[in-house]
């Protein structure tokens, strides 16, 4: 079980994954197609991560823009574990 990660250990965990965005108990990130079939495309991948992960993202779709929430919330927060998460959905983007 991963426990929370405190304010100051976020920041540095933040420079892994300079694309999201930290707020009070979760991590964002916001990802732009063209068109919506690569948008869903996308949204399949990070199901595959999601579910080999066992650690299931936010994931809301509308028209083409997709915006992913990490948290764990078991522990009411963030933890290593939606940071491991966000490093891989990154690798999909690249």
Known sequence: MSELIGEE?????????????????SISRVAEYDDFMDAIDFVNGVAEIAEEAQHYPEINVVGTT???????????????LDFELAGRIDNLLD
Not at 66 to 76: A, C, I, N, P, S
Request: proline share 3%; glycine share 6%; no cysteine.
């Open 66 to 80: 997709v915006t992913l929430r990490l948290t764990t919330d078991d522990q009411g927060g963030v933890t290593s």
């Open 9 to 25: 250990e976020i920041e540095v965990w933040m420079k892994r994954v300079p694309e999201w965005e930290s707020d009070d108990d």
